[in-house]
């Protein structure tokens, strides 16, 4: 006879396995506790009204973390029903509207977002994940009204969390760089999640990698290593900036000096980027570790990378790992090399001096002046801190990322060509007149303030040959372009439209295209931000 498990010891149990990466495990343990007791839930079907407020109570917790589970796999639409099933439940649940806001940014839908933010403030109206949560949404769709308000309001809220050191603010340092926060408040709280990381890593049992290195040091006294082992750890392997910026990096390593793994946080997206670096290129990764196949979670993971006694670790991701940032947070946390380097995917301090010692970065992103406001000694590069990929381009798209024969590059780029023939200012709703600024970025990282900049100095330069500027957004998972129906008026009376495009990272592939499109004869003002 089978054994009918509790809810609450389902929830637990899945929470535990959630918590240590093992999400393909707590995901069954919590559909089935999600079917537990929904009926009575519903119904109120408890005589007693203590035992029927308990079991309401777990049942709405279970579905707010079955929730976050399915997000964290990727199916988002299931989540957003399961969030909004634990809220019509329980309507004053602060962190179940937070979360429903996010799986709803995640989908662009935009409004409901939007409204689940502000529900989840009239509930709490000093939670800080409430707050963040509306200031970044409304940022998103260029909302500056208030702003300035909602932006003080998150400081102090931030200011607060940082004064106990035990907790991890709600406020992502990633998205604090949007705000106009000082920079020491940035290191600070950079240096919070930091902490978080490593208790993290005592939380899971993950072993001291630096005594084990040091025992093997021991053993290996008088051997000559052959080679340098250098490990990269990514979440955007594929067809997103950071991967396809990335790509040729590995193949470039001399290999009689170096030995190369890249480790993948996130599953194949089936991307001829993805393909290339995972060894369909010529000459792609040495090591490719695809770490959702390890066993074991994020502690499995930190294990693996440690086995191969890296030199250098590189973290390409920093805070932008989204899903993936509590994995990366224990893996680098937990030292599974003993040097560690910022690159590339979050310019700005990791706050993790003992297992981030470096930096690659550029005069531009880290001036002299800003050096006490990051941990991590510069590497600062010659140009620029972004590697590029655009020599790339053709190879990488003519044969769907494997290596491509000399008649699939000359096709690829006759396509090529004949698209950026094709193309049209009409095609693209764009005025014959107008001079163009484009940024190749989401919306939130602009605010009313920088937005004002470019017209007005484009009126200094261009005087009347500036009747209007159109801005052109990109928006990850839009697979056309449609106008937007908010839009702000400028200063200068100049209107701004904000337009979504299909994926673009500012490649020169993209860029050349867009310059094709220009059709006139000014050509177009390419506005490029990094970050």
Request: net charge positive; aromatic share 6%; with cysteine.
């Amino acid at each position: 006879m089978a054994i009918r498990r509790s809810q609450a010891a389902l929830l637990a149990l899945a929470v535990t396995l959630r918590t240590e990466g093992k999400l393909h495990e707590a995901l069954p343990l919590l559909k089935e506790a999600a079917g537990i007791e929904g009926a009575a839930v519903a119904d109120g079907g408890h005589a007693d009204p203590a035992a029927a407020a308990r079991a309401q109570s777990t049942h709405v917790e279970v579905l707010a973390n079955y929730a976050l589970a399915l997000t964290h796999s990727g199916n988002t639409n299931e989540a957003v029903r399961q969030y909004r099933r634990a809220v019509s439940i329980r309507p004053d649940f602060t962190n179940a509207w937070i979360s429903l806001g996010d799986a709803l940014g995640t989908v662009h839908s935009e409004a409901a977002a939007i409204e689940a933010y502000r529900r989840a403030v009239g509930s709490d109206q000093n939670h800080p994940g409430a707050v963040a949560g509306l200031v970044h949404r409304l940022a998103y769709n260029c909302d500056w009204r208030d702003s300035a308000a909602l932006q003080r309001r998150l400081e102090g809220s931030v200011r607060a969390e940082l004064a106990d050191e035990r907790r991890r603010p709600a406020l992502t340092p990633f998205h604090a760089l949007t705000l106009p926060f000082a920079p020491t408040l940035i290191l600070q709280l950079a240096r919070a999640y930091a902490r978080n990381a490593e208790r993290s890593v005592k939380l899971n049992a993950v072993p001291d990698f630096g005594a084990q290195r040091e025992r093997a040091r021991r053993r290996a006294k008088g051997k000559r290593q052959k080679r340098i082992r250098v490990g990269y750890l990514g979440c955007d392997w594929g067809d997103h900036p950071v991967g396809r910026l990335f790509a040729p990096v590995p193949s470039l390593h001399n290999r009689s000096d170096f030995e190369v793994f890249c480790y993948a946080l996130n599953p194949p997206d089936g991307s001829a980027w993805r393909v290339y670096v995972e060894g369909g290129g010529a000459a792609a990764c040495e090591h490719w570790v695809p770490l959702t196949a390890i066993n074991g979670g994020m502690a499995g993971a930190a294990k693996r990378i440690a086995s191969d006694e890296l030199n250098v670790l590189v973290d390409l991701m920093g805070f932008t790992g989204g899903q993936f940032a509590v994995a990366r947070d224990l893996i680098m946390a937990s030292r599974p090399a003993p040097l560690g380097v910022a690159m590339l995917g979050y310019p700005s301090t990791t706050g993790a001096a003992a297992w981030e010692q470096y930096m690659v970065t550029d005069a531009v992103i880290t001036p002299s002046e800003s050096k006490p406001h990051y941990d991590e000694k510069r590497l600062l590069m010659p140009h620029s801190y972004q590697v590029n990929s655009q020599a790339l381009e053709h190879q990488v798209h003519a044969n769907n990322g494997r290596p491509a024969s000399a008649k699939q590059l000359a096709a690829a780029q006759q396509q090529e060509r004949q698209a950026q023939r094709q193309a049209t200012r009409a095609s693209e709703h764009l005025p014959q007149d107008a001079v163009v600024l484009c940024d190749f970025n989401s919306l939130y990282k602009i605010d009313a303030a920088v937005l004002q900049v470019w017209p007005d100095v484009t009126v200094l330069l261009l005087t009347s040959l500036l009747p209007r500027v159109i801005r052109l957004q990109y928006s990850p998972g839009t697979a056309t372009p449609t106008q937007r129906t908010d839009t702000c008026f400028l200063r200068s009376g100049r209107r701004c439209c904000a337009r979504r495009l299909p994926r673009c990272c500012g490649c020169s592939r993209c860029l050349a295209t867009l310059c094709a499109r220009s059709g006139s004869r000014f050509p177009p003002l390419v506005l490029r931000r990094t970050g």
